[in-house]
C-alpha cells in the first residue's frame, strides 16, 4: 500500500519561505519520481518540481525554478520542497505524489495549504 503524507504548509509574507515534507511509505523513493504539485481552486492541478531516482536529478516548472528546491532523504524516504522568494501566485494546495506526470500518478498525497501575503 502505498501512502504519501505531506506536511509543511502554513501562512507567509510574500518574500518568505516554507519546506514541505512528504513522507512516503509503500516505495523508496530511491526508485520512482517524486513530484510535487499544486492547486488552486477552478484550475488544473500543476505540476512544478519532480526528482528522480537514484541519481537524484531535478526537473522545475519555469513558474518555481530558481526559487524551489527539491531534495530526497533516502534514510527517512521523504522528499523535501524548499520554497524561496514566495510570491502570492503561490497561494495553492500543494500534494505531492509518486510519479510526475499528473497523468500518470501512481499514488498521491493529501494536500498542504500554503498561502502567501501579500
Known amino acids: 500500500d502505498v501512502q504519501l503524507q505531506a506536511s509543511g504548509g502554513g501562512t507567509v509574507q510574500t518574500g518568505g519561505s516554507l519546506r514541505l515534507s512528504c513522507a512516503v511509505s509503500?516505495?523508496?523513493?530511491?526508485?520512482?519520481?517524486i513530484g510535487w504539485f499544486r492547486q488552486v481552486p477552478e484550475k488544473e492541478r500543476e505540476a512544478i518540481s519532480c526528482?528522480?531516482?537514484?541519481?537524484?536529478?531535478?526537473d522545475y516548472a519555469p513558474s518555481v525554478k530558481g526559487r524551489f528546491t527539491t531534495t530526497a532523504d533516502s534514510a527517512k524516504n521523504t522528499v523535501y520542497l524548499q520554497m524561496n522568494s514566495l510570491k502570492p501566485e503561490d497561494t495553492a494546495l500543494y500534494y505531492c505524489?509518486?510519479?510526475?506526470?499528473?497523468?500518470?500518478?501512481?499514488?498521491w498525497g493529501q494536500g498542504t495549504q500554503v498561502t502567501v501575503s501579500s
Open positions: 505524489a509518486v510519479g510526475c506526470n499528473t497523468y500518470a500518478i501512481l499514488s
Open positions: 509503500g516505495v523508496t523513493v530511491d526508485h520512482f519520481g
Open positions: 526528482i528522480t531516482g537514484e541519481d537524484g536529478n531535478t
